[in-house]
T-cell receptor, first 115, second 115 residues
Framework: DADVTQTPRNRITKTGKRIMLECSQT?????MYWYRQDPGLGLRLIYY???????NKGEISDGYSVSRQAQAKFSLSLESAIPNQTALYFC??????????????FGPGTRLTVL | AQSVSQHNHHVILSEAASLELGCNYS??????LFWYVQYPGQHLQLLLK??????LVKGIKGFEAEFIKSKFSFNLRKPSVQWSDTAEYFC?????????????FGKGTKLSVKP
């Protein structure tokens, strides 16, 4: 079984709809991340969480919210989806480190299309 | 804040050609550096990483990268590419500044290997 899973894998929705993307991990890592990937722009950090009680905004958090329901689960919500949120979304995890996030482990991604 | 530049957006090579992909980060000090690879339709996987020690780092599938501190560079190399190396390659650096040690990604270099 995959260590980091994401659901759904593909989603098409309409402008204004609320969407939730879910991420689960079995690696036992404390740190979890949400990124979006757009062609030519690489990966940009949306939100990150260092533990269940610690949520932080990333580079592009506007229009998104997150929930860390448990150590193993980290959900990303689009409260009112808009077309420029069409992208590939990745969840990632890493171990707690006294220096840095170190190696991150990525889920398979969710392709979201907002019409 | 730290930033990462990847010089080539798209590289096209024939099989058996040598590969070098450029990566530069914006400022010095202690850095952790990574190369991730994304095969078509798949999630990101770690190719190799540098934390300290020998500046020539060997990764999976015959890839290596050299950390040159004076040039703020961490270029990826492979002596002889294969068709199966067709993928997008991302350089990343740990940002010890505002992002609390999170990864900062470059925009990626797409590699196409012709059989």
């Amino acid at each position: 079984d995959a260590d980091v899973t994401q659901t759904p894998r593909n989603r098409i929705t309409k402008t204004g709809k609320r969407i939730m993307l879910e991420c689960s991990q079995t690696k036992g890592h404390d740190r979890m991340y949400w990124y979006r990937q757009d062609p030519g722009l690489g990966l940009r950090l949306i939100y990150y969480s260092f533990d269940v009680k610690d949520i932080n905004k990333g580079e592009i958090s506007d229009g998104y919210s997150v929930s860390r329901q448990a150590q193993a689960k980290f959900s990303l919500s689009l409260e009112s989806a808009i077309p420029n949120q069409t992208a590939l979304y990745f969840c990632a995890t890493s171990e707690l480190s006294d220096r840095a996030s170190g190696t991150q482990y990525f889920g398979p991604g969710t392709r979201l299309t907002v019409l | 804040a730290q930033s990462v530049s990847q010089h080539n957006h798209h590289v096209i090579l024939s099989e058996a050609a040598s590969l070098e992909l450029g990566c530069n980060y914006s400022y010095g000090g202690t850095v952790n550096l990574f190369w991730y690879v994304q095969y078509p339709g798949q999630h990101l996987q770690l190719l190799l990483k540098y934390f300290s020690g020998d500046p020539l780092v060997k990764g999976i599938k015959g890839f290596e990268a050299e950390f040159i501190k004076s040039k703020f560079s961490f270029n990826l190399r492979k002596p002889s590419v294969q068709w199966s190396d067709t993928a997008e390659y991302f350089c990343a650096v740990v940002d010890y500044g505002g992002s609390q040690g999170n990864l900062i990604f470059g925009k990626g270099t797409k590699l196409s290997v012709k059989p």
